[in-house]
């Protein structure tokens, strides 16, 4: 089914680095959320967007409503150990399905 | 408040039998969607009820099914069961169908056919 692309797929770092990542989708969305995901748990919303070229801070996160309305990012500053998980992005048209990205899987050495 | 709730947790089902997952939204939550999440295949859309109406679906077999009640808890039920419906079902609630509709995941049911 349709997903949004999501890049990088994977991230090795080291604690207390910056980390960013993206989503891209060829259809315009109103809504963008991240989300994280720890093993065996559900996905944890992070933060919502709902306007375009919006720029939302939760923390030490921040994510953005791209002005095309078909793009999204999420940076994470001074990288911590629970920062470890996957992150999925997710867009949404009106009342549309939610579609997710495929996931960005963040590892980080101490 | 409460988060969102699943039941069971884990459920372990043998080929050709058929399985019923439970899920209880947020209080004043109406929407409820369903997904199934595999390793290869990530988040996979199943459907999503809001008012006891199905409004968007997946695509998957008509093996998969749902329904909503009306305290907007809701159930899927897969019949039949495949191999590859081993995964993770999870169930994610908002308060309405568009507009601010955040949803907010419960646990997931770990589903595993032998």
């Known amino acids: 089914g349709q997903q949004l692309n999501q890049s990088p797929q994977s991230m090795f770092i080291q604690e207390g680095e910056d980390v960013s990542m993206n989503c891209t989708s060829s259809?315009?969305?109103?809504?963008w959320l991240w989300y994280k995901q720890d093993p065996g748990e559900g996905p944890v919303l992070l933060i919502a967007?709902?306007?375009?070229?919006e720029l939302t801070s939760n923390g030490r996160l921040t994510a953005q409503f791209g002005i095309t309305r078909k793009d999204s990012f999420l940076n994470i500053s001074a990288s911590i150990p629970s920062d470890v998980g996957i992150y999925f992005c997710?867009?949404?048209?009106?009342?549309?399905?939610?579609?997710f990205g495929q996931g960005t899987r963040l590892t980080i050495n101490p | 408040k409460a988060g969102v709730t699943q039941t069971p947790r884990y459920l372990i089902k043998t080929r050709g039998q058929q399985v019923t997952l439970s899920c209880s939204p947020i209080?004043?939550?109406?929407?409820v969607s369903w997904y199934q999440q595999t390793p290869g295949q990530g988040l996979q859309f199943l459907f999503e009820?809001?008012?006891?109406?199905?409004?968007n679906k997946g695509n998957f077999p008509g093996r998969f099914s749902g329904r909503q009640f009306s305290n907007s808890r809701s159930e899927m039920n897969v019949s039949t069961l495949e191999l590859g419906d081993s995964a993770l079902y999870l169930c994610?609630?908002?308060?309405?169908?568009?507009?601010?509709?955040?949803?907010?995941f419960g646990p997931g049911t770990r589903l595993t056919v032998l």
């Open positions: 994610a609630s908002s308060l309405v169908l568009a507009g601010a509709n955040e949803q907010f």
């Open positions: 259809s315009i969305f109103n809504t």
């Open positions: 967007l709902y306007k375009a070229g």
């Open positions: 997710a867009g949404r048209q009106g009342a549309q399905k939610l579609v």
């Open positions: 209080s004043g939550h109406r929407s």
């Open positions: 009820y809001f008012s006891e109406t199905q409004r």
